[in-house]
């Protein structure tokens, strides 16, 4: 019923710049809450980056500063820019979002995207 699928990961030195994309197809009216998560190699997966459904970002303390999250409702695309990234940041990054359905009854579901993978060299 609903796909996210990233795109914009890769392979980046320390101190630079990524702009990861996350776009949402399928039976969607809209998108409530979205956000960011990243997984690193034997770690949990962690919330980087959301916007809550009246608009409100947040960040983890990691990355506050360094990253915005924006979204585009009329495209149901979100974004996650990086800067100023470190090879602590490297991980498999994930989007997130509670999808408003476009059934009869407007069903919620939480959708994620296969995952992009971001790796900071030092």
């Known amino acids: 019923q609903v796909q996210l699928v990233e795109s914009g990961g890769g392979l980046v030195q320390a101190g630079g710049s990524l702009r990861l994309s996350c776009a949402a197809s399928g039976s969607i009216y809209g998108l409530i809450t979205v956000g960011w998560y990243r997984q690193a190699p034997g770690k949990q997966r962690e919330l980087v980056a959301g916007i809550s459904g009246d608009g409100i970002a947040s960040y983890a303390d990691s990355v506050r500063g360094r990253f915005t999250i924006s979204r585009d409702n009329a495209k149901n695309t979100m974004f996650l820019q990086m800067n100023s990234l470190r090879p602590e940041d490297t991980g498999v990054y994930y989007c997130?979002?509670?999808?408003?359905?476009?059934?009869?009854?407007?069903?919620?579901?939480?959708?994620w995207g296969p995952g992009t993978q971001v790796t900071v060299s030092s």
């Open positions: 997130n979002a509670n999808v408003r359905l476009t059934d009869s009854i407007g069903r919620l579901l939480a959708a």
